[in-house]
């Protein structure tokens, strides 16, 4: 792709950087920013700016937040005895939207996954586990996606909250193995949310796939 102008190669090399943007949709974002009027780009260039240097991660459950504590976390309304066990904060998003739930959330930050390089020790997981030691925890629920690496996480923090007076269970199947939560329509997450299963019952499921 030949460019006219230095400024609009380094632009648009910029904003191909981003997932899911090819370079020719990066060249038509770029261009159409050069249209906008200059306070608008200036505006996103800001925000943007704040994104990267104000925002915080909740210090209890991992969620972005503007505060030290977010504002599920810290909702007196919220049942701080049921924890749900999501990868990122695209899955809060999505499950909030749902409106069924009234726990809290704990933000993994990824999946174990041998194949990537990522384990334990790359996730949010102790901070996880010495929550369930230390606080008054009735109920997990793993809301991870229904692919091997979702499953093998689960199964890791399940083994090692074995023994403490906690309930697991994990999202019914309403979601088809292997989608991503994102993706899943509200209704069908609700539901998935409301009639989860214990998490030994999925265990013995897959054991006899």
Known sequence: MDFSSKLLENAVYEMSQLPGIGKRTALRLVLHLLKQPGEQTERLSKALEALRGQVKFCSNCHN???IELCEICSNPKRDKSL?????????????????????????????????????????KISSLIN????????????ALSSTMEGDTTNFYIYKQIEGLDIRTSTIARG??????LEYADEVTLGRSILNRIPFEGSLKANSRQ
Do not use: W
């Open 175 to 180: 979601i088809a193995v292997g989608d991503e």
């Open 64 to 66: 972005i937040s503007d």
């Open 131 to 142: 929550k369930a030691k230390q606080e008054k925890i009735k109920e997990l629920i793993f």
């Open 83 to 123: 924890v749900c066990v999501v990868e990122d904060i695209r899955d809060v998003m999505a499950i909030e939207n749902t409106g069924q739930f009234r726990g809290l959330y704990h933000v993994l930050g990824g999946k174990i996954s041998p194949m990537e390089g990522v384990g334990p020790q790359d996730l």
